[in-house]
């Protein structure tokens, strides 16, 4: 075990968060390994998505967040963008830019303020543009690519960090069958080079191959766990109301509507 997956990826202590008069979380104690993939699990409005902006330190709540051990506050803002990627919902402010420069985006924590993409950059790129396929759409503006194919290039941009902590919000949204289980070969290879990964998930069967799931309900934690534990699979019977269930389908688990009853 290296020293990255001895540390959490992210200890919270208390961390809640109030929008207006509504508190959307209460304060969560958690701790999220390092090294592993996490998947945030549960109902529209549980929280999963503001849980995992205030991890990322795009929200301002309550409470403390450690990222791999150390404060997420004391990180400078470039530090913080070369260790911790970041895949967010409706990124509109990108339409204008060629795909192959939203990709490159990805590269700007490792450039100088002022300085060009070095060869280095160029390369990462294009590889990261190659392993998501995108790379015919290269010269075509982000505004111009169907939903699919612009959630894999602002995947390509979260790989081209090459960051030791990847979150994701809703990386399946818009991609087809073939395009969703390559995204898990992907998330399993980051694993196995030491990198951290934590997404939001509304894809149940998906997310029942993650090392752990954290079960969200309501603003709280309901359950964290291996992904394959009965206990898992009864949280999440539970939080989604007894209309899913879990089941083996030879190797594997997945989540099917429960229609009887
Ligand atoms: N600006 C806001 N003001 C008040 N409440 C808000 C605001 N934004 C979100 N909320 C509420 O916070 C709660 C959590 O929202 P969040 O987007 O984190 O949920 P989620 O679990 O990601 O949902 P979904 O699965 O629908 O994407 C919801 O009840 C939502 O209505």
């Known amino acids: 075990m290296n020293a990255a997956q001895t540390a959490a990826a992210f200890q919270t202590r208390q961390l809640g968060l109030l929008l207006g008069a509504r508190t959307v979380l209460h304060g969560l104690d958690l701790r999220i390994p390092a090294g592993r993939w996490s998947a945030i699990v549960g109902p529209n409005g549980a929280g999963k998505s503001s849980l995992l902006k205030l991890l990322a330190g795009l929200l301002p709540g309550q409470g403390d967040v450690a990222l791999l051990g150390k404060p997420l506050h004391t990180y400078s803002s470039r530090e913080r963008a070369r260790t911790l990627a970041w895949l967010g919902q409706n990124e509109g402010t990108l339409d204008e830019l060629t795909v192959y420069d939203v990709v490159m985006l990805g590269r700007m924590p490792h450039q100088g303020w002022l300085g060009a993409a070095s060869a280095h950059d160029h ?38 960090v090459q960051a030791p902590v990847i979150l994701m919000d809703e990386p399946l949204a818009n991609l087809d069958p073939p395009h969703q289980t390559q995204w ?20 149940l069967p998906v997310a029942l191959h993650a090392d752990e799931l ?30 899913i269930r879990i089941c083996r389908v030879g190797t594997q688990w997945t989540a099917i509507p429960a229609l009887e009853g």
């Open 123 to 160: 390369a990462v790129v294009t590889e990261m543009l190659h392993r998501t396929e995108t790379w015919d759409y290269r010269q075509r503006s982000l505004g111009e690519i169907s939903g699919g194919e612009r959630q894999r290039v602002l995947l390509a941009r979260v790989l081209a």
């Open 214 to 243: 954290i079960v969200m309900q309501q603003g709280r934690i309901v359950h964290q766990g291996a992904s394959g534990d009965a206990s898992c699979h009864r949280a999440l019977e539970q939080v989604f109301q007894q209309r």
């Open 184 to 203: 898990l070969l992907d998330v399993r290879a980051l694993v196995r080079q030491g990198v951290s990964v934590v997404s939001v998930l509304h894809e």
